[in-house]
Structures are given as C-alpha cells and as structure tokens.
C-alpha cells in the first residue's frame, strides 16, 4: 500500500485524476475539498517526501517503518 501511495504522489497514471497528486491545483484539497481529498493528499505527500529522505531504499524504509507492511495510516502514523 505505502508503494501506490508513493507511486500516486509522482505518477499521473496512477492518480484517478490524470495528475500526480504532487501536480493537484491547490483547489482540489483546500476549501469545501480539504476534508474529502486534501487529508489522503497529505498522507501520501509525508509518505511520498519521507521515502525521499531515505533516498528511495525500499529496505531501509520497511528497517525505520515496520508499519508500512500493515497500511497507509499506520505509517503516516508513524512517521509523524
């Protein structure tokens, strides 16, 4: 799961939208559409920069995010 959330912060394939999360106009998840897009934006945006931060090594992240095999909301739990 914390892989399609990476994979939907950088891919326009994988997003339903036709646009990287990452590319989102700021109005799809502020306003009236913050609580309906913008909270899972956000997970896997902290998702997303965090696996950046340890420089994309798959092995590494499951070492600090043990939780990452479970689901999305534990890690961005996680991480926080």
Do not use: H
């Not at 994988?14 to 109005?27: F, N, R």
């Not at 994309?56 to 990452?68: C, H, K, S």
């Amino acid at each position: 799961a914390w892989c399609t959330a990476v994979k939907q912060w950088e891919d326009p394939a994988a997003s339903i939208s036709g646009k990287a999360l990452k590319d989102w106009p700021e109005e799809w998840y502020t306003g009236p559409m913050r609580t309906v897009t913008g909270v899972k934006r956000n997970i896997r945006k902290v998702i997303a920069v965090d696996f950046d931060r340890l420089q994309r090594d798959q092995g590494v992240f499951l070492e600090a995010y043990p939780e990452a095999t479970r689901s999305v909301k534990p890690l961005f739990d996680a991480i926080q």
